[in-house]
């Protein structure tokens, strides 16, 4: 009897479980039509593995990349997929507008929550602490070098590694010589849209700035005029003077950015680790010569800008919608679970870096499990494809102590924007009075804060 | 008995009317339908939106005259926006306006090969509006990978920054514009000139009036009131600029190309503030209407 009782009570939970993951589950992460690499990674592997597991649960492929210009419209219309990535500067607003699920209650059940990265939990948290999204991965911005162009240029040393610049000055310098003796330019600097502000925001933190502070009244303020922005905007005027930009930076984003890498236009491209697929797999440059580099110290030190990509939830998800996501990341090898199943995700992601030819590096702990990741780091090691010599004063500077900078924190896009036309002004008017742009910037930035922050 | 046989005359008039007026109602319901769902439904919504705050696309607090202040009194951008779109229509009247009617009077003097000419002009309008800017974009490029620089590299003058020079920029994207619209305005002149009784222009020959002095005195008198209305109706197209300047320039060099629609996208779809592109559409509207009832007084006149 008693015999009897449990094998009823085993499949009463089978049957449970087999319900509660009964869903429909919309997959935005599933890769561009032109990534058949990637595709083939979730048609051959990802999807059937997630099948055997969980056969009740339908997969709909739909790719999608968010867009700030397409969110809110999807999100009315209640057409947002079921999971979907974005990046660090967006959680806040999706959260305060109710456009994204609060997927706290599955993280406890599956024993994640207490797995976030604490300063990444923060960014996808609202004000009673719950939760409602994971991290991908995290990203740190540094530099990242043609190999090359400093070959053609002369500027490497008996082994072959690049004489590469720790400070602006000597950016400038190095720059100087490869616009001689290569004709290729030294920075692609991003003039075009918002991304002009993102990395600026990082090039004026290494001349000591902080772009925003909080008064004692808890009042934001603009700090886009002080002595430092001015320094640092001001070294961007000389890269303009001395010609060592590429020839219309008011129309690079953050793609053609890396075509100009890729192709060797340009020598150096500011972009972080999680993008070393763009110079390489896209644009061609094999994988041994691309070099990654700190950022280079201003009149303060380097410092790094941290951010990443975080998993979201449709609002409309259901719990089951959104456990069967989550369960979908555990196979991918995205989450802090150590199973026979995740740990092949792993080699399978590093299997299609080394068969694309893109460099295989190490991660950011977006998890405190450490049992994950050190089972990252051993694919990682596993699998490496570059001379680890390439990547070392990247790695190097983010893990220094207080390398690491998150990007500033009240309306963020905004504020980019703000730099972006002052770079715009900049880059295509050399002799423009810089301070009386930052001083139009802060007011400007001063103003948006007012109107959307301080209340 | 004569007022009821009128009455009953008068009814089935009435209802014989009613009958006729169903059948036109009917015909026009699927196009009110579609108006109304389209059109003047979202154009009430974004009135009412205007004096709100909004979380998403919904209206969450009544704040009259809001945001219609904020936007004119301390968003950056805005002053600029309107300068610009003002700027694009005054660049193309100056720039687009004569091209069509001047295309038109070469077609039609052409003797042979007038509907080879016919197309040509009026191709770029058939291409996809986006590919057409792609298309000027990599024209004007600013290095000597740009086609238009790689032709004045060959007169030896050096590359020209096209669309990221401040002063360049906006006429810049009015050729572009003339470019691709001018085709369709080109056919309405050609349809007018069509219209000009030859005999004049026999009899002008006899008198020995030349090819000018017949442009002069026969072909723009008769196309002068069509002229007038495709004047007033370029103001209103062209002061609504979105797509060029989002695409080639983002609106940029420092704000230099931004048009007052374009912040209309930037708060709605980057910004996520509805309520404040709403304010915004509106006075483009209030500027619109104001240019619409010109043209009707103008139109009117011409009627007469």
Redesign the interface.
Known sequence: MKKFLSLMLAALMLLSTASAMAATVTLGIYPVDTDSAAKENHDTYYIPAFKELYPDVELITSNYTYA???F??L??SGKVPTIFETWYTEPQ?LI????VADITDALTELGWLDKINPSIRALLSDENGRVYGVPRDGYALGMMLNVEVFEDAGLVDENGIPLYPKTWDELIETGKIIKEKTGSAALCLL???NAGGWHFSNIAWTFGAQLEVQDENGKWLAQLNTPEVVAAMTMVQTLVREGLLT??P??ENWGTGFAQLGTGAAAMYIAANDAVNQPTQNNGLAVDKLMMIGMPAGSARSYSLSGGTPYMFAANATQEEIMAALKYLEIMGRAPVLTEASKAGLRADAEYRVANGIPVLPAFPVWTDEAFNQAQADVVAEFSNVDDRMFENYFDAVSAEGGLKMEEPMET??MYG?L???L??V???PEADVQA?LD?AN??LQ?ILD?NVNK | MSTIKSNALKQSARRHRALKDLGAWLIMLPGIALFAFFVWVPLAEAVRMSFYKT????TTEFVGLYNYS?MML???DFWPAVRNSFLYTGWSLVIGFLVPMALAMMIHETKRGKSLFRTAVYLPNMMPALATIFLW?YLF????TGYVNMLLGKLGIA?V?W????QLVIPVIVVIMTWKGAGATTLIYLAGLQSISQEIYEAAIIDGAGIWSRIRHITLPQIYNLARTLFILQIIAVFQILYEPMVL??G????ASVSLMQLV?RQ?????D?AKASSVSVMVSVVLITMTLVYNQLSRKKEM
């Not at chain 1, 305060?96 to 456009?99: C, F, H, P, T, V």
């Open positions: 700030v210009e397409t809110t419209a999100a009315e607003k305060r507008n109710g456009q003039a075009q849209d020839s219309d008011t129309s896009q905004q703000e972006t036309k002052v715009q002004e880059v295509t008017n742009l139009t007011a400007n103003t109107e | 979380q998403g696309m919904r904020y301390k968003d950056p974009k490029r600013a290095d000597q590359p920054s669309l990221s020079n401040a320039t983002g940029g060099p420092n704000n996208f709605a779809f980057e910004l996520g509805y």
